[in-house]
């Protein structure tokens, strides 16, 4: 199996570039599916694929920007095609627990005639220090629209430790696991830990789903702003307070805690000001 190339697709990005360095390490040969990669790939440019699917063994897809956007379902099934005509044996698609377009993407993978892996992940925990609500945290007050709602928050660690084994193990073929964390936290509690583990004040505010939009159309435009707000609707609305058991199918180990991310994270300076 070493000697196969393995398309980590987003190997830029929160689960990806921990998947690729995992590979990596363990001697795999790892084709960086990026648009800034030796052989570029790139969503919005379908004449990349085959180029960057040429040779490889297994892929790892991850969609950018999500499996929400209009258009995505068809280039994820286009990319199937491409990946059966390179002869690629299995995908690996990351996808979002709760979003219906997600769901319909894992479908159109899972009937493609390519073995799969589908991961069906939780809210990650890295949105807090490597995404869009680090700067909040920063800030002292992280603002989401989910009112009371539990969250069972993922370690993107276990989502690149299930990929890494699903990628390189075939008793993971034609397996679905719903990736989450050990425990359901709501906002306040995962504000909280935060703020311990960082040592500043950090709480959580609530806000409408109008503010979200609001503030996302600042961020990003009206169009980027209504697609994640459907996409927050549709997921903080509770039907993901549940926990999943995928980390421990896959792995045999229990999910990470988010305090040990949280200090994990603090400890490694993901909080710390640019001087
Ligand atoms: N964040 C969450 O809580 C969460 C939860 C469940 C599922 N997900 C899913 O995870 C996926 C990744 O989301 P993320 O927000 O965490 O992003 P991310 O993986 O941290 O980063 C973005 C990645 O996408 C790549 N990218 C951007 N535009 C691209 C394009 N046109 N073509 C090819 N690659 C492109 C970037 O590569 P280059 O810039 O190097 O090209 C980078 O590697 C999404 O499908 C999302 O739905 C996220």
Known sequence: MQNQTILVIGSTGKTGSRIAAILAERGFSVRHGSRKAAI???????ETWAAALDGVSSAYVSYFPDLAFPGASEKIEALTKVAAEAGVKRLVLLSGRGESH???????????????????ASWFAQNFSEGYLRDQVLDGIVAVPAGTVREPIVDVDDIADVAVAALTEDRHSRQFYEVTGPRLLGFDEMAAELAAATGRPVRYMPITFDAFHAAMTEAGGTFVADVFTAISREVLDGRNESLGDGVQRALGRAPRDFTDFAQAAAAQGAWRKAA
Not at 108 to 116: H, N, P, Q, R, W
């Open 40 to 46: 570029p790939f790139d969503w919005e440019a379908p």
């Open 102 to 120: 997600a769901q319909a993407a894992e479908a159109i993978v899972a009937k493609s005639g390519l073995d799969y892996t589908l991961v069906r």
